[in-house]
């Protein structure tokens, strides 16, 4: 590993390492220990050289002397460091160049727009538009994802982007449903990026789907019943800093991804009950309740089912009367 390090094939790494305990041989010397003819040795000489391996003796300037191992090392070492950040200085030109591009593009689209509020039909260039933004997030990007767990082609789609963000140091939160710590597939992409350093936590509903990045920028569906129907980029600082404070109120209330439910009072119903049963006595329907904890209409009435029978509710309103009692709603 080493001498692959300072740039040596097994020829080279023949001769320097008999250099290193002959420091006074010179090329016929070399050569015959080696059984190789002067010329090929001669060669490996000139490659050695080129890579600061040998330098010229200061007593008899005629005849090259090994550098030490340790030396090479570091210099082989500031050598690959230089070239890093040669590199990493051509990767922020070109980023800058297309930000450029980018930021040439949107002020033509701002321009026009009015309040700080863009409107975005089409599935496509919402993506799109999610894309970019991701892609000139600077800080951080936060999320709510309500719906239950992605498909394994959705996750698959917005793993790179994701890997991307994270490995420009943004944050990246994200609070999903409570239910989606039941799919294996949740967890391991969840798993994935936090080794990546993305943070994920749950809670059992979500008010809406929101992106917010930087905290300046907010992408909210608009229909939050349907996100077919097109989204809003808000930049309007005041409605900003609204959903931004929602964010870390749910933030600060939510778990991390597959940690131990927090019971509601006296431990008679779990998070995810209590939030169904807060659901019902906002009024809505079996079917909007199910959507906003992310389960089927079959697990939302099942749900209900239990408690009925465990809170000895006969009735949906014995259920909400009951679960007044406890403290619940």
């Known amino acids: 590993m080493v001498w692959e390090v300072l740039g040596l094939d097994r020829e080279a790494e023949s001769v320097y390492r008999l250099m290193l305990d002959n420091p006074g041989w010179g090329l016929p010397r ?26 010229p003796s200061l007593a008899d300037p005629g005849v090259l002397r090994p550098i030490p191992p340790d030396l090479a090392l570091d210099a082989a070492f500031a050598r690959r460091q230089a070239d890093l950040a040669r590199r990493q200085q051509e990767i922020e ?29 089409g599935l ?28 394994e082609e959705n996750r698959a789609a917005g793993l790179p982007l994701a890997e991307a963000v994270l490995a ?18 949740s967890r391991d992409h969840a798993a994935h990026l936090a080794s990546l350093g993305a943070e994920t936590r749950t809670v059992p509903s979500l008010p809406l789907r929101m992106q917010i990045v930087d905290r300046e920028t907010v992408v909210a569906p608009l229909d939050p019943q349907d996100s077919s129907q097109g ?8 409605a900003v800093a609204g959903l931004v404070a929602l964010f870390d109120q749910v933030w600060a209330t939510a ?8 019971t509601a009072p006296e431990e008679v119903v779990d998070a995810q009950e209590a939030a169904l049963l807060k659901l019902l006595a906002e009024g809505l329907t079996d079917e909007a309740a199910a959507r906003r904890l992310g389960v089927s209409l079959r697990t939302e009435r099942r749900m209900i ?7 000895s509710a006969g009735s949906r309103f014995q259920l909400g009367q009951r679960a007044a009692e406890l403290g619940i709603l």
């Not at 220990?33 to 040998?54: C, I, K, Q, W, Y």
């Open 305 to 311: 089912t239990e408690l009925s029978n465990r809170l």
């Open 255 to 262: 778990r991390p991804l597959g940690a131990p439910a927090i």
């Open 30 to 55: 070399l050569a015959a220990e080696l059984g190789t003819e002067p010329a090929s040795v001669a060669a490996v000489l000139d490659r050695l050289a080129d890579l600061a391996l040998l330098r």
């Open 93 to 121: 030109e070109q980023r800058a160049a297309v930000a450029g591009m980018f930021a040439d593009y949107s002020s033509l689209r701002i321009g026009r727009q009015s309040g700080g509020v863009e409107r975005v039909v």
């Open 168 to 185: 420009r140091g943004v944050r990246l939160k994200t609070v999903y449903l409570d239910s989606v710590a039941n799919d294996p597939g």
């Open 231 to 238: 989204a809003v980029i808000i930049r309007e600082p005041g």
């Open 124 to 151: 496509d260039a919402i993506r799109s538009r999610l894309e970019e933004l991701a892609f000139r997030a600077r800080r951080e990007s936060l999320a709510f994802a309500p719906g239950g767990a992605q498909t």
